[in-house]
């Protein structure tokens, strides 16, 4: 069982800052396939960006490309989200999610964008 625990959001103003953290339990981190999601209200959850397990490989979704960053410190437990340049449509809630012999999802961290 892995349990994840996020921080980090809040209300930003559009072109603001924040950076979402998220740790997980367990010793097998270094395993542990990692990434953000995010759910608007109305709207599905989708992926935002995804760390791998082994060579650090990453991936983001087009529409955070060049402005989000996602990372991980083993020595910590835990993997972030560096968000630049927020815009009104980032508002959502961030699930930090880990796939090892299993799905888990974190509770949630509200985001919100607006002046």
């Known amino acids: 069982q892995v349990q994840l625990v996020e921080s980090g959001g809040g209300l930003v103003q559009p072109g603001g800052s924040l950076r979402l953290s998220c740790v997980a339990s367990g010793r097998m981190f270094t395993r542990y396939i990692m990434s953000w ?3 608007a209200p109305g709207k599905e959850r989708e992926l935002v960006a995804a760390i791998s397990n082994t060579d650090g490989m990453t991936n ?3 529409s955070v ?3 989000f960053t996602i990372s991980r410190d083993t020595a910590k437990n835990t993997v972030y989200l560096q968000m630049n340049s927020l815009k009104p449509e ?3 809630v961030y699930y930090c999610k880990a796939v090892w012999s299993g ?3 974190g509770q949630g961290t509200q985001v919100t964008v607006s002046s």
Do not use: F
Request: charged share 40%.
């Open 37 to 39: 999601y995010r759910q």
């Open 60 to 62: 983001y979704d087009d």
């Open 65 to 67: 490309k060049g402005r």
């Open 90 to 92: 980032d508002t959502a």
């Open 103 to 105: 799905v888990y999802w």
